[in-house]
């Protein structure tokens, strides 16, 4: 007999069972809890302990990367004039974006952007919060040696970075991209626009991250060295870093033609 780990699709823990096998945990399981939370998660209790002091182990030969990798969101998201109310590296098995994953783990968050100014379009907020995501990345990348530090590839961004591109993406609307006209019946425009403006578009936005960060990458090692010491940093204590002097920022032909505005 083996004790077996049972979990909503929510992440709520119900209790353990004692059962022979998988299949048998599973049947236990549904009898107690299925009828009033749903589909159940069984994963056996030893299997489970072990794979999770891996995991940790892990996360702590990748904890600088990943206070780099924070850090990098949170002074883009400050760069580009959006208020960063947290940010903490630490391993949580079963999260990202501060939801429950099941068998996905989070080293690090950060919260920003939280509430939209009046004077500021959904549109433009979507952009720089895609800057601001693109920082994370990039900063590790740039931490690491990388030398694509500037050139993540979004197809292979993971986790919540991936899913808050794809959704400001959408909420953006591809401002500024040539392909904006909506197609007709009959004609090819969505295509030639996915194909095409997409790109084009996503390009834009990472050359412009690319720029603040290396204009911010003073501020950038000042967090992730702080962050490292504290684990969690506030509000507060963000923005006591960043008196950190600044690189010049070489000039850019996108500043005249773009509504974006730095802190």
């Known amino acids: 007999m083996s004790t077996w780990l049972v979990r909503t699709y929510g992440g709520e823990f119900l209790g ?3 059962a022979e096998g998988h299949v048998h945990a ?3 399981a549904d009898e107690r809890w299925a009828e009033r939370h749903g589909p159940l998660l069984v994963w056996h209790k030893k299997l489970y302990n072990h794979m999770l002091i891996i995991k940790e182990q892990a996360f702590r030969r990748r904890r600088t990367a990943s206070a780099y990798h924070e850090s990098g969101h949170a002074v883009l998201a400050w760069h580009f004039g959006l208020d960063v109310s947290r940010i903490e590296i630490g391993f949580k098995p079963n999260q990202s974006g501060g939801r429950f994953a099941a068998l996905i783990d989070s080293y690090g968050s950060a919260s920003f952007g ?4 009046r ?3 959904g549109g433009e907020w979507a952009e720089r919060t895609i800057m601001a995501i693109m920082g994370g990345p990039m900063a590790e990348y740039r931490y690491r040696g990388r030398p694509d530090w500037e050139a993540p590839n979004r197809r292979r961004l993971k986790g919540s970075d991936a899913l808050g591109i794809r959704v400001n993406m ?7 991209c040539e392909c904006l006209t909506l197609p007709g019946p009959g004609d090819f425009s969505l295509a030639r626009h996915r194909l095409h403006c997409i790109p084009l578009y996503y390009e834009r936005l990472r050359q412009r991250a690319a720029q603040a960060l290396d204009v911010e990458w003073p501020q950038v090692q000042a967090v992730a060295i702080e962050l490292q010491l504290r684990g969690i940093l506030d ?3 963000f923005e006591a870093l960043l008196s950190v002097p600044r690189k010049k920022a ?6 005249a ?3 974006l505005t730095t802190a």
Do not use: H, K, Y
């Open 170 to 176: 959408t909420e953006a609307q591809f401002r500024g």
């Open 250 to 255: 070489p000039p850019s032909s996108d500043e």
């Open 235 to 237: 509000a507060a204590a």
């Open 16 to 18: 353990e069972v004692e």
């Open 119 to 121: 004077s500021v379009s």
């Open 257 to 259: 033609s773009s509504p």
């Open 114 to 117: 939280d509430e939209r100014p």
């Open 26 to 28: 599973n049947g236990l």
